[in-house]
């Protein structure tokens, strides 16, 4: 039977085409019962407090920081959203001293305009973000050398490539509201895919790419960090690929509440703990990783029940 057609934008797959019963047991999941489904090779936790959690987050970046060497060098792949543990970050290397010259870090994702990243001038620059909440208050006798921070660029082989020769502990994330890592969004409803989105082995396949943006994409974006102005986003992004994602020893989450609603935080959640990938929910791909990690708010789990406002 074929599928429906997305709710949000015909054009495009994403969660409001998957099995309508398996939104409805997504919607009934109870907090209690969504903090329940940790399996093998998939842990979630959770946190009482938002200075708990951002911390936590934080501590991420150091614990793999820590195990780097010359000779072994170990790095971390890192978000814009949540952004809240950056300065946290830039204030625990420097109270405990920690030498980051082997160290490394790669930031997911950047935007393209007119056929190539933008610069750091730009207003919603991701690597601008990450200097400045982070990398530009580490004192300078501890920090990454410039060479060692990796941003995806026009040229995204030389990007591809940074991950050769160092190990990559983490690849840390939020979660957006179509259900994506990085900028990893279902693709348009069209070609190849008119029928169904790419099997989970094609999707994992891809690399660091430029990629078009789903419209609910566009509106988060203009939600967060541009006041709600959606002209200002632009429409296509550079993006860390599933192919790099599979290269972490292990993908971790993080769920404030503000970034996905709790109807999205439970349907990833339960589809990974079942083992369900479809890449009309980019993130459901992740049921194939042997090693993730969801981190919670517990203010921020919330209810599907329906109220009107």
């Known amino acids: 039977m074929a599928r429906p057609l997305s709710k949000i934008a015909p054009d495009w797959w994403d969660y409001t085409t998957l099995d309508p019963e398996l939104l409805k047991e997504a919607a009934e999941l109870t907090p209690e019962r969504l903090l329940s489904l940790s399996r093998p090779g ?33 790095g971390i792949c890192g978000p814009i959203g949540p952004t809240e543990q950056l300065p946290l970050v830039a204030i625990l290397v420097n109270a405990l001293g920690l030498n980051l010259k082997s160290a490394h870090f790669w930031g997911m994702d950047e935007w393209f305009m007119n056929g190539e990243a ?73 070609g190849a895919y008119k029928d169904a989105p790419p099997t989970p082995e094609e999707y994992r396949k891809l690399g660091t790419r430029a990629v078009e943006l789903h419209p609910l994409t566009l509106v988060q974006n203009a939600r967060t960090s541009g006041a709600g102005n959606i002209p200002l986003v632009p429409t296509h992004a550079l993006t860390v690929g599933p192919a790099q994602t599979w290269q972490a020893e292990k993908v971790s989450i993080w769920h404030p509440g503000h970034h996905d ?49």
């Open 118 to 190: 933008v610069a750091e001038d730009h207003p919603l620059s991701f690597a601008r973000a990450d200097k400045e909440l982070c990398f530009n208050r580490i004192n300078s006798e501890l920090a990454i050398p410039n060479a060692n921070l990796h941003f995806p660029g026009t040229d995204v082989a030389a990007y591809e490539s940074s991950y050769s020769g160092v190990r990559c502990a983490v690849m840390q994330g939020g979660q957006g509201e179509i259900k994506h890592w990085a900028f990893n969004d279902p693709v348009r409803r069209t």
């Open 42 to 74: 998939f842990q979630i936790r959770v946190f009482d407090t938002l200075e708990e959690f951002y911390l936590a987050e934080a501590l991420e970046y150091i614990d793999a920081w820590k195990q780097s060497t010359d000779d072994n060098p170990v």
């Open 261 to 309: 609603n709790p109807f999205g935080m439970r349907l990833t959640t339960l589809m990974i703990s079942r083992g369900i990938a479809d890449s009309s929910v980019p993130m459901s791909l992740m049921a194939d990783h042997p090693n993730v990690q969801f981190s919670f708010y517990r203010g921020g789990i919330g209810t599907c029940e329906t109220e009107m406002h």
